[in-house]
């Protein structure tokens, strides 16, 4: 949940009883570290940090960058915004950002977007996950030695972990593609995707995940803070996959903007193609409203009470 949730989250979630997870992608190492321990100073229970593995630096001509601020320029002067300000890349990279972790060792690591040595978290104590789209990429991920692999179904909210193949070959139905990885490695499998109550819990256990990872439900609680507008494009429209805002396959809610931005053709790649949005994200209509496809069901809670209310869905579910 990079750039939707607070810091402040992780630690609610865990002191209610699940476990909650530091969203690092888009952190600096200082911040990370900052962030592990402020969660650490709110709870004594285990907690996650999640990071997108590396992927290659992008790369894109002054001319696609060019035309990608021609079509924002009427956009920014709608929003009151002036022109557009000089790209800025961040001064640090993924290994900084597991030198932190690494130093920092919080209970669990979790990763997507690729497979990381597990190796160095392991001797750190560090339990480790990684995200798989298709059963090749969580097979591939067993192979590397991780602990435990999240299976994000197509319904799933956010960017697509795919590292093996095409996004969209990998997007396949939750119901579908959890017994698949079930089957195929022996590592417990963690289900995520369309799932925000105990039914969709029960379902997940049933088809032998071991747990569940939810997003979508944690958008709309208030200690998330999610901007109204952001909650409101999910609960009244439909959602898309597409690189269109960030340059990578992420499903958010269809919005005029995301749409406009859909039709124009290829995106600058991940994560130019956000960089170059940047100014406009906080714009009311113009933000990048990440959510899954069950978030029309989601319930507006609190943490503690929504975790409670999961548990007790789940345990009447399952009799």
């Known amino acids: 949940m990079a750039n939707a949730q607070p810091v402040s989250l992780a630690a609610a979630v865990s002191e209610a009883g699940a476990l909650g997870s530091i969203a690092g992608a888009t952190l600096s190492p ?8 402020e969660t650490r100073a709110a709870t004594d229970r285990p907690f996650a940090v999640n990071l ?56 669990v ?19 480790v996950i990684g995200t798989a789209t298709t059963v090749e990429e969580a097979q591939a991920l067993e192979a590397t030695g991780v602990d435990a692999v999240v299976v994000q179904g197509a319904e799933a909210g956010g960017h697509r972990g795919t590292f093996l193949g095409s996004f969209e070959e990998s997007l396949v139905p939750l119901a579908e593609l959890l017994p698949d990885v079930v089957a195929a490695v022996s590592v417990p499998v963690i ?23 939810m997003g979508t439900a944690f958008l709309f609680t208030p200690e998330c803070g999610t ?52 100014d406009l994200a906080a714009a009311e209509g113009y933000g990048f409203y990440l959510g899954g496809t069950a978030a029309p069901q989601a319930r507006e809670l609190p943490v503690d009470e929504l975790i409670r209310t999961l548990v007790a869905e789940t345990e009447v579910a399952q009799r």
Do not use: C, K, M, N
């Open 52 to 107: 997108f593995a590396p992927l290659p630096r992008p790369a894109a001509s002054a001319e696609r960058i060019a035309a990608v601020q021609a079509l924002l320029s009427p956009h920014r002067e709608r929003a009151g915004l002036g022109p557009a300000p000089e790209l800025q890349r961040a001064g640090w990279s993924f290994d900084d950002q597991f030198a932190v972790v690494l130093e920092e060792r919080p209970a």
């Open 227 to 278: 901007p109204r507008a952001w909650l409101t494009a999910l609960r009244e429209g439909d959602t898309l996959v597409t690189p269109a805002y960030s340059g990578r396959h992420a499903r958010a809610a269809r919005t005029p903007f995301l749409t406009e931005l859909a039709a124009a053709g290829e995106a600058l790649p991940f994560p130019l193609q956000r960089a170059v949005i940047a």
């Open 109 to 127: 690591f979790s990763s997507t977007f690729g497979a990381i040595d597990p190796a160095p978290l392991h001797e750190a104590g560090i339990v």
């Open 30 to 37: 200082a911040a990370l570290r900052a962030a592990i321990r």
């Open 191 to 213: 289900a995520a995707g369309g799932i925000v109550d105990g039914a969709g819990i029960a379902a997940a256990l049933a088809a032998g995940a071991e747990g569940v990872q």
